[in-house]
């Protein structure tokens, strides 16, 4: 068997890397190429290019590179089309991964596609659905709430599961020696997430700092925490040294415990303030109170604050149908309202708990309890493709 796969960001490397591993599990004599982050290497995919040349977001952001990403459309397509695989594999990354699943299903109608990540049709953009049931056979979706979507358009769907639930944990144990290590001893402490792109860091984190300046003068004993991606760890550190009192960024180059210590300041954080992305789920993961806030362009705001149909876009409220997880996107992603959520939520262990229960009940939702994701969405693909 012969698959091609495309992972286009970290997320989506993880994904890959799980459903890799699970395939070679279940079917040992598979074959893969095509363009992989460092997880999906160690699980033994070589990579066509560097994934993180894919790694763009926002309609407005895009277009610089839209040179670049055209070109590598044509790099992957030409490989795919030559290798002539059993199945091409998107993982999320939508705008890339559809396009060149439309191009190879036009060169090629007996090559499989599958899409890892079903698109959030719920939430914006539903025509999105139709469109990809001309070129996408099969998706494998990570919220439970989504295959009727894919299916009503004529694809086939499983719900796999969530990445997340599967995630390795800290313990209490593990928290306390990093507070420890770390010199933080009982002081409260706020995990601060302000992205895994550069444009994100460079938008958010002067917001994200201002925030923290007022937070810090209502709990000037609090201790801020920064766990920061490989790609923007020297962004991060840069914009982090004017912010109040003593910062640790957590820097994961060259430590080979960066993982372990991040997981450890996950369990740690008494509340954290994050971007809005998949990281709400992994606070979820260690029920650490959260307030999420979110930035772009002017033009990508207006944009896209047009499509959405939803009036809320974390997950932990989506999944359990509550508003337990205060937002500030946008025209409200502003440093004094973040501020007030951020000291209402240290200060108040009822609303605390109330997001904790909400998280709670979002991961039994997303899969925690039962089968790996990683493992359920390697027996849908081999499902999808003993069926053709």
């Known amino acids: 068997m012969k698959l091609y796969l495309l992972a286009g960001e970290p997320s989506g490397d993880k994904l890959g890397g799980a459903l890799l591993t699970a395939l070679k599990t279940l079917h040992p004599e598979i074959d893969v190429k095509g363009v992989a982050g460092p997880e999906m290497q160690a699980a033994g995919m070589d990579s066509l290019f560097p994934m993180d040349d894919l790694s763009v977001m926002g309609l407005t952001e ?74 996408i056979d099969h998706v494998l979706a990570l919220l439970p709430f989504e295959p009727p979507f894919m299916q009503r358009a004529g694809m086939t769907c499983d719900f796999t599961g969530h990445p997340v639930v599967a995630a390795p944990r800290a313990s209490d144990a593990d928290a306390q020696a990093f507070r420890h290590a770390e010199g933080l001893q009982d002081a409260p402490i706020i995990l601060v997430l302000p992205g895994s792109r550069r444009n994100e860091v460079a ?95 002017w033009l990508s705001w207006q944009i896209v604050s047009r499509m959405v149909k939803l009036d809320t876009v974390t997950l932990v409220n989506l999944i359990t149908e509550t508003k337990t997880i205060p937002e500030f996107l946008g025209p409200a992603c502003k440093p004094e309202a973040i501020a007030r959520a ?29 089968e790996r994701p990683g493992l359920r969405a390697a027996r849908s693909v081999l499902k999808a493709l003993s069926s053709q």
């Open 62 to 135: 895009v277009l610089p590179k839209y040179p670049e990403l055209k070109r590598r459309l044509n790099e992957a397509t030409a490989d795919c089309i030559a290798w002539q695989p059993d199945a091409l594999i998107t993982i999320d990354v939508p705008d890339f991964s559809l396009r060149l699943a439309k191009v190879v299903r036009e060169k090629n109608p007996g090559i499989k596609t599958i899409h890892y990540v079903a698109p959030s049709v719920w939430a914006w953009r539903a025509g999105r659905a139709e469109k990809m049931a001309r070129y």
């Open 342 to 370: 951020l000291n209402d939520l240290l200060s108040n262990p009822s609303a605390q708990a109330a997001q904790k229960e909400a998280m709670i009940d979002a991961m039994r939702a997303l899969g925690e309890g039962g």
């Open 203 to 297: 938008r958010l984190a002067p917001i994200f700092g201002e925030a923290m300046r007022a937070t810090s003068a209502q709990h000037p004993i609090a201790k801020i925490v920064v766990p920061a991606s490989a790609p923007v760890a020297s962004a991060v550190l840069e914009a982090t040294a004017s912010w109040p009192g003593h910062v640790l960024v957590l820097d994961p180059r060259d430590d080979p415990n960066a993982e372990a210590r991040k997981r450890a300041a996950f369990q740690a954080a008494d509340v954290a303030l994050a971007a809005s992305g998949t990281v709400s789920l992994e606070l979820a993961a260690n029920a650490t109170p959260m307030v999420i806030a979110y930035d772009m362009s």
